[in-house]
């Protein structure tokens, strides 16, 4: 019984993608393009939303390969994560449009690289207010209607660089632990109540927000195969979906030795 549940899905499966309501916030490239693209394939009803509204209608045309060819009744929603009052419009759009939604999947981010000897305030409280305030917005927004319907699933993207101090993580680093514990915390309340929560750890991907880092990154993989492996977590209900496993599996070793380990293997490995 007690080894049951050890292996037990923490969240709900999801069989089955088709007719699924997924609001993905933070799809106009990368990682949410990639799983806006992929869900549409899979029969998903899918609302897309960023700042730059022309990337989410470009998204949308890339799915059939022409613009007559896009999700009929997909939902363009561009915002700004920071106006708490604009994810709200969006979430009454969505459920007046849909009647619900089933699956809604935080995706937006700041990265600057930051390091003790370039610190720059101005851009620390600006990753914070995208990357920490802008979930909380997401959260004030679509929890009393998961709340209502009694079902439903929060993917939160967090990254592995919040297991633990990485160099250039200076700002961004904080706001994935955050929301590695915020999700941790929504699942206590929300597992009860019928809903799942996730978070979703990658390692490398290769995206616009990557494309400028001048270091190596170990186990790159593209936003396309990202998007499966996050489908396949959600569908399996785990609740910590991390990939590559042969970068993200040897991270989590690590955190379970002595800090010192962790801090001698970041630095070999990256001589920073
Ligand atoms: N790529 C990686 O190696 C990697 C690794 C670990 C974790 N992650 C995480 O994966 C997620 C996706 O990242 P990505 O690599 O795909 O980066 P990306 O291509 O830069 O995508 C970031 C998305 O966030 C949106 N966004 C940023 N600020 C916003 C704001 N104020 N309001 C609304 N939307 C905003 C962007 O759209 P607009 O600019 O149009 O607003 C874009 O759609 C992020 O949470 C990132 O931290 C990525």
Not at 23 to 31: D, E, R
Not at 76 to 89: H, I, Q, S
Not at 108 to 127: E, I, Y
């Amino acid at each position: 019984m007690l080894l049951n549940g050890l292996f037990a899905p923490l969240n709900p499966p999801v069989n089955e993608w088709r007719d699924q309501r997924v609001w993905l916030v933070g799809a106009s490239s990368g990682i949410g393009a990639a799983l806006a693209r992929e869900l549409a394939r899979r029969g998903a009803r899918i609302a897309v939303s960023a700042r730059r509204e022309q990337s989410l209608h470009d998204v949308l045309d890339e799915v059939g390969g022409s613009p007559n060819q896009r999700p009929v009744d997909a939902l363009v929603l561009p915002l700004d994560v920071t106006n708490a009052g604009a994810l709200a419009a969006a979430r009454d759009a969505i459920v007046a449009a849909w009647g619900g939604v089933d699956v809604v999947v935080w995706l937006a981010a700041l990265w600057v690289p930051m390091r003790a000897d370039n610190f720059d305030l101005a851009a620390a409280r600006r990753t914070i207010e995208i990357n920490q305030i802008g979930a909380l917005n997401l959260l004030a927004a679509v929890l009393p209607v998961l709340l209502d319907q009694g079902r439903g699933q929060l993917v939160l993207t967090a990254s592995v660089a919040g297991w633990g101090g990485m160099p250039k993580a200076l700002a961004y680093g904080q706001t994935k632990a955050a929301l590695n514990h915020l999700a941790e915390t929504l699942w206590i309340d929300l597992h009860p109540r019928g809903i799942g929560v996730s978070v979703v750890n990658p390692g490398f991907v290769d995206t616009p927000a990557t494309a400028t880092n001048t270091f190596t990154m170990p186990a790159l993989i593209s936003a396309d195969e990202a998007a499966i492996r996050i489908l396949a977590g959600i569908s399996a209900g785990q609740f910590n979906i991390h990939f590559p496993r042969r970068f993200t599996g040897v991270l989590k070793f690590l955190r379970l030795l002595p800090i010192r380990c962790w801090f001698a293997v970041i630095r070999r490995t990256t001589g920073m």
